[in-house]
């Protein structure tokens, strides 16, 4: 099982990322997608979800409007865009999925910088 994340860099406060996380070695249709982050000196937080099967999606009140999680099951990936950064957005970025309790995978996380 992997999920790699990539897409993750320096932007301007006010530019946009886009964030790809690529999953291999299980039935990633089967499962929920979502994007964490964490930023230096706090806790992980959900940034947005995506479920199975109707796609319904979740996002934190702080990046509603802003940022827009999708997933694409003939690629196996998951995608984050996210417009209007700010520097509150800095963190590493981690694509977790999940099926049920028992199957619950994560990446190895991709740096968001926004500054000037």
């Known amino acids: 099982v992997q999920l790699v994340e990539s897409g993750g860099g320096l932007v301007q406060p006010g530019g946009s990322l886009r964030l790809s996380c690529a999953a291999s070695?299980?039935?990633?249709?089967?499962?929920?997608l979502s994007w964490y982050r964490q930023a230096p000196g706090k806790e992980r937080e959900l940034v947005a979800a995506i479920t199975v099967p109707g796609g319904t999606t979740n996002y934190a009140d702080s990046v509603k409007g802003r940022f827009t999680i999708s997933r694409d099951n003939a690629k196996n990936t998951v995608y984050l865009q996210m417009n209007s950064l700010k520097p509150e957005d800095t963190a590493v970025y981690y694509c977790r999925a999940n099926a049920g309790l028992l199957y619950n995978y994560w990446g190895q996380g991709t740096q968001v910088t926004v500054s000037s």
């Open positions: 070695g299980f039935t990633f249709s089967n499962y929920a």
